[in-house]
T-cell receptor, first 115, second 109 residues
Framework: GAVVSQHPSWVICKSGTSVKIECRSLDFQATTMFWYRQFPKQSLMLMATSNEGSKATYEQGVEKDKFLINHASLTLSTLTVTSAHPEDSSFYIC???????????FGPGTRLTVT | GQNIDQPTEMTATEGAIVQINCTYQTSGFNGLFWYQQHAGEAPTFLSYNVLDGLEEKGRFSSFLSRSKGYSYLLLKELQMKDSASYLCAVMDSNYQLIWGAGTKLIIKP
């Protein structure tokens, strides 16, 4: 089946620094990828839709200058959390759709802790 | 607005059957998904329904009624490893997934 990887799986950073998270589709091409954030005991919250070759589409309330998304190729999208603060600590998950049903394949997630 | 409703938490006994309901109101409909998510992990795909009726896959079955905006996930012969959150998601007319808040299923011995 389709596989999506994420790197790193977890990261701890200091407040004010930037963190880059990579999302790769390993055995298929993804012109679109989705970035989600999930706080403890809460459901997935879509942050943005990453589009290869064009600008990302951000959901209402998500700061595009803080969460930089770059869809560099058909298999790679990156999310950079700039000037991270403790409130950005969360579980970040990417997904890529595939097939006629547009089923989303999820990466394993990245747990970010900002101290 | 778009809305997905599912119970927050359910408890069931090992070996029993449990049904998790999901009702939805969305802008258009291009299918309904059920995902399983264990704590600290990413969601994994369970089922997809786009036509009315029941889809059976091993111990798990999913039902859809588009006219009622209703789906359920049926889990049979419950095992302890089935303890997880179950997420209902509807794909709207823009092929965007609208997610429910998830149902935490607790399995007791």
């Amino acid at each position: 089946g389709a596989v999506v990887s994420q790197h790193p799986s977890w990261v701890i950073c200091k407040s004010g620094t930037s963190v880059k998270i990579e999302c790769r589709s390993l055995d298929f091409q993804a012109t679109t990828m989705f970035w989600y954030r999930q706080f403890p005991k809460q459901s997935l919250m879509l942050m943005a839709t990453s589009n290869e070759g064009s600008k990302a589409t951000y959901e209402q309330g998500v700061e595009k200058d803080k969460f930089l998304i770059n869809h560099a190729s058909l298999t790679l999208s990156t999310l950079t959390v700039t000037s991270a603060h403790p409130e950005d600590s969360s579980f970040y998950i990417c997904s890529a759709p595939l097939g006629q049903t547009y089923e989303q394949y999820f990466g394993p997630g990245t747990r970010l802790t900002v101290t | 607005g778009q809305n997905i409703d599912q119970p927050t938490e359910m408890t069931a006994t090992e070996g029993a059957i449990v049904q998790i309901n999901c009702t939805y109101q969305t802008s258009g409909f291009n299918g309904l998904f059920w995902y399983q998510q264990h704590a600290g992990e990413a969601p994994t795909f369970l089922s997809y329904n786009v036509l009315d009726g029941l889809e059976e896959k091993g111990r798990f079955s999913s039902f859809l009624s588009r006219s009622k905006g209703y789906s359920y996930l049926l889990l049979k012969e419950l095992q302890m490893k089935d303890s997880a959150s179950y997420l209902c998601a509807v794909m709207d007319s823009n092929y965007q997934l609208i997610w429910g808040a998830g149902t935490k299923l607790i399995i007791k011995p």
